[in-house]
């Protein structure tokens, strides 16, 4: 897993405003879980931990997002893959290029170039010693 990372919650149109920062991290796991089920296992553990889908970009308690598959593109009515808008998600991919530097987003390129276009405003490493998962 990555270290974690404090981020502000996304502005824009619709984004609820006064939400508290989010942490966020990237973890890479091995499964032979479909993409689907998978999807469904990740919702399953948001319930656990009381995650309530009410308003849309509004505050949660946890958020556990399928950002990649391999490397295979989905592109379905529940799930897609490449996840939307990881290009653009600084508290993203700095995470993930702690796990994975060299890795290659299906259509999108390489993580590195991503990066080179996404700086890290805004973005707060943690450190590891006041953090645990």
């Not at 609820?16 to 890479?28: E, G, T």
């Not at 994975?100 to 170039?113: S, V």
């Amino acid at each position: 897993r990555s270290s974690l990372y404090r981020s502000a919650p996304l502005a824009g149109p619709g984004v609820p405003v006064n939400q508290p920062a989010y942490i966020n991290a990237v973890a890479r796991l091995e499964t032979e879980v479909a993409a689907e089920a998978l999807l469904d296992a990740l919702q399953a553990i948001e319930a656990r931990h009381g995650r309530v889908r009410g308003e849309h970009w509004g505050p949660r308690t946890l958020d556990l997002d399928l950002l990649l598959y391999g490397d295979q593109r989905i592109d379905t009515a529940r799930l897609q893959v490449p996840h939307p808008g990881l290009a653009a998600r600084n508290f993203v991919l700095r995470p993930l290029a702690e796990i994975a530097p060299h890795l290659e987003i299906p259509g999108l390129g390489p993580l590195r170039d991503l990066l080179a276009r996404c700086p890290p405003a805004g973005l707060e490493r943690l450190p590891d010693d006041k953090c645990t998962l």
